[in-house]
């Protein structure tokens, strides 16, 4: 049972960068995803859930507008578009997955963690 995220990397401000999350070891199609993030020297803070279906999602305010999470079940893929990023966006991203709804995702009830990707927005 994995969770693997990639996409990270170094991009200006401005830029986008699209994230990915593929689980495998089991279908997730009937559990919440979302995405975590942990800069330097802060906690770990919520960025964004989907539910199974992909009709119910929940971002954090500072990136509504900006971030668009989706999902494909048939692949076991989320993803995490960003675009407009700014510095401080940098941090270690996160995906996880979890058996409750998008809104016990967001307080950290999660049943499985990915390993981080780290995203890095130059000024």
């Known amino acids: 049972v994995q969770l693997q995220a990639s996409g990270g990397g170094l991009v200006q401000a401005g830029g986008s960068l699209r994230l990915s999350c593929a689980a495998s070891?089991?279908?997730?199609?009937?559990?919440?995803m979302g995405w975590f993030r942990q800069a330097p020297g802060k906690e770990r803070e919520f960025v964004a859930a989907?539910?199974?279906?992909?009709?119910?999602?929940d971002y954090t305010e500072s990136v509504k507008g900006r971030f668009t999470i989706s999902r494909d079940n048939a692949k076991n893929t989320v993803y995490l578009q960003m675009n407009s990023l700014k510095p401080e966006d940098t941090a270690v991203y996160y995906c996880a997955a979890s058996a409750g709804s998008t809104w016990l995702l967001r307080r950290g009830n999660s049943n499985y963690w990915g390993q981080g990707t780290q995203v890095t927005v130059s000024s």
């Open positions: 989907i539910n199974w279906s992909g009709g119910t999602r």
């Open positions: 070891g089991r279908t997730y199609n009937n559990y919440a």
